[in-house]
């Protein structure tokens, strides 16, 4: 098993702070991304606090197992350059950049309120992806290549987004793996060529 500590301990708050919210609605009210707050009464943690915050309990799970499957290998990956502080870091930057879009689409919507971790999560998981494109992710129980989940899911993310029918953040996921391939390529531009060879040489597994 890696060792990732930072990982494993933004997990465990995740869902302390998580659990404690699920039966304390002030506390979930108080965390999460709602606009007149942040425009009114300049509560700007909101952009950071609503990454820690969950609707439900599989809400946080499917987050987090997925930063469980793939942190480890990015907090490892990251390390040599930034240390593990500096992916914790990265991970909470994940969540307020991913979080702006939606505050800047709905700033004037009294009712809109995100939360989860989701865009951390998809920084995470993207930057993970641009290192093993052929690495198989297991989507419902069957393995898929990374690079074939990449752009079904930014495909299906930009398609729901544009249509905006359902109450899940897609923006959210969106810019959270746009900011995740950035920030990768920007911290080791020679990703971009191993990217290259690496999907002009499959190399299917885990």
């Keep these: 098993m890696l060792a990732a500590p930072v990982n494993l301990a933004i997990i465990a708050i995740t869902c302390l702070i998580s659990f ?13 991304l709602w606009p007149p707050a ?8 909101r952009l950071l606090t609503c990454g820690f915050v969950h609707a439900d309990f599989g809400h946080l799970f499917f987050n987090m ?11 490892q990956a990251f390390r040599p350059y930034i240390g593990s502080t500096g992916y914790a870091l990265f991970y909470a930057a994940g969540i307020v950049l991913s979080a702006l ?32 494109p052929w690495s198989m992710i297991l989507v419902f129980a069957f393995p898929v290549p990374a690079i074939v989940f990449a752009l079904l899911y930014l ?27 950035v920030f990768t390529i920007a911290l080791e531009p020679r990703v971009v060529l191993h990217f290259l060879d690496q999907l002009a040489h499959p190399r299917f597994g885990y």
């Design 38 to 45: 942040i425009r009114r009464q300049r509560q700007y943690d």
């Design 101 to 132: 879009p939606s505050y800047w689409r709905h700033r004037n919507d009294a009712n809109y309120r995100s939360l989860g971790a989701s865009g951390a999560v998809s920084a995470v998981l993207f930057a993970y992806i641009l290192i093993k």
């Design 155 to 181: 495909g299906y993310t930009i398609y729901m987004d544009r249509r905006q029918t359902d109450r899940v953040n897609h923006s959210a996921h969106l810019w959270g793996a746009v900011y995740g391939i």
């Design 20 to 32: 404690a919210a699920f039966s304390n609605p002030r506390l979930i009210e108080r965390f999460v």
């Design 65 to 75: 197992f997925t930063l469980f499957s793939f942190g480890a290998a990015m907090e």
